[in-house]
């Protein structure tokens, strides 16, 4: 590679041959697989766009307003950057406060275009990063054994969120009149929060059975 990557030696010169890569699946391999295969082989040996801007921001160490307008862009790809800055430099106690409202993001995209991968959603590409040690071949920090056990406890929940998510969006208008019971669930286990403006999600105003003032849910 190194050598094809330079172009022609003195003796190809002389010899007035083009320097070439050669391996045994050359032999009858159709020229665009060929190409497909040196491509892929290249972006594998050059880092990305997308993993150079996440460098980028770890050399700046951004301040938490800059960390939260990019978690809240409206740029799937630049909302990813940040989730995976999250995890790579914040601290493991701050993981769930800053990506758990990103669980039930249901926009779609395909995480490593180039490379064959089927599209997933980006709450699905938070829950990669909250629960594998590893993102394509770098190892993310490791999460202590307590927070791990805390942070797999809670996503239990999720796949049952998105499930329920897509089934109430579909019949969102039962909702609207007031008295129909529901059910609120609130993984922090604590104060439910409104939702934040610019997500895809719908707030609703519930009442709770023992009393106290009405609390907007999404």
């Known amino acids: 590679l190194a ?3 330079r172009g022609r030696g003195p003796d190809d010169k002389a010899a007035g041959a083009e320097p070439r890569l050669l391996s045994g699946g050359d032999v009858g391999q159709d020229p665009q697989e060929r190409l497909l295969q040196r491509s892929c ?4 040996l050059e880092p990305s766009r997308f993993i150079c801007c996440v460098y980028r921001m770890l050399v700046m160490q951004l301040t938490e307003g800059q960390l939260q ?3 809240d862009n409206r740029s799937c790809f630049i909302r990813c950057a940040g989730f995976l800055y999250v995890r790579l430099g914040m601290h493991c106690e701050r993981y769930w406060e800053l990506l758990s409202d990103s669980l039930m993001d249901p926009e779609e995209f395909v995480p490593f275009p180039g490379r064959n991968t089927e599209a997933i959603t980006v709450g699905q590409f938070v829950e990669q990063l909250l629960t594998k040690d590893k993102y394509c071949d ?3 920090p490791r999460i202590p054994v307590v927070h791990r056990k805390t942070i797999n406890r809670r996503i239990l929940l999720y796949g049952q969120f ?4 897509e089934a109430n ?3 969102l208008e039962r909702f609207q009149e007031p008295g129909v019971v529901v059910e609120v669930c609130s993984p922090r286990a604590q104060t439910l929060e409104p939702a934040k403006p610019g997500r895809t999600c719908s707030t609703l ?12 849910v999404s």
């Open 138 to 140: 770098m190892t993310l």
């Open 3 to 5: 050598a094809a990557s």
């Open 69 to 71: 307008s990019i978690l």
């Open 41 to 44: 082989l290249q972006m594998d």
């Open 162 to 165: 998105r499930k329920r998510f």
């Open 205 to 216: 105003r519930v009442q709770f059975p023992g009393g106290g003032d009405p609390v907007d």
């Open 169 to 171: 969006l579909e019949v």
